[in-house]
């Protein structure tokens, strides 16, 4: 049986040009601070992923199941409604919790962290918690900082 392609890869488009694309407003200013606050953070240069995900670093997955591939380490989708932040492995480990809840208001999914604006999250919070989950990639998975 084939295997099946990741649906959402790194592609050549330039993050720019995909945050000066949104419509003006809060989503298009939070974009462009978030972009140069990743790169701040991480220290990599940001990377388009299908056609909305901004992504920094990848890593090499391999499933029990034998499907493997790659992904972002990092990164943010500025949606319609929030922005949604990815930091994996995720938000289950007991130190992520504690940042969570001196984080501000946000929703949380798997690998998901819903913000509505960044004004009403710590931004310092959100770096601990961003360079927490780079750390723990980079310990358990094979990665690249491109």
């Keep these: 049986m084939a295997k099946s392609a990741n649906k959402t890869r790194?592609?050549?488009?330039?993050p720019n040009d995909f945050?000066?694309?949104l419509e003006e407003g809060p989503r298009k200013r939070?974009?462009?601070q978030l972009l140069a606050w990743f790169e701040r953070v991480t220290g990599l240069?940001?990377?388009?992923?299908?056609?909305?995900?901004?992504?920094?670093?990848r890593y090499h997955y391999k499933y029990d199941s034998g499907r493997e591939g790659e992904a972002m380490m990092t990164g943010f989708s500025p949606r319609k409604a929030e922005t949604v932040a990815y930091v994996?492995?995720?938000?289950?480990?007991?130190?992520?919790?504690?940042?969570?809840?001196?984080l501000g208001r946000h929703k949380l999914g798997k690998s998901c962290l819903y913000i509505k604006r960044l004004d009403e999250v710590d931004m310092d919070v959100l770096a601990e918690i961003v360079t927490e989950g780079m750390a723990h990639m980079r310990a358990h998975y094979q990665t690249w900082d491109e």
């Excluded at 790194?10 to 330039?14: E, L, Q, V």
């Excluded at 992923?49 to 992504?55: A, K, N, Q």
């Design 10 to 14: 790194a592609t050549a488009i330039d």
């Design 19 to 21: 945050i000066a694309g």
């Design 30 to 32: 939070d974009a462009e």
């Design 45 to 57: 240069k940001a990377q388009m992923w299908g056609p909305s995900i901004i992504g920094f670093g």
């Design 88 to 102: 994996l492995p995720g938000y289950q480990s007991d130190l992520i919790q504690e940042k969570l809840a001196r």
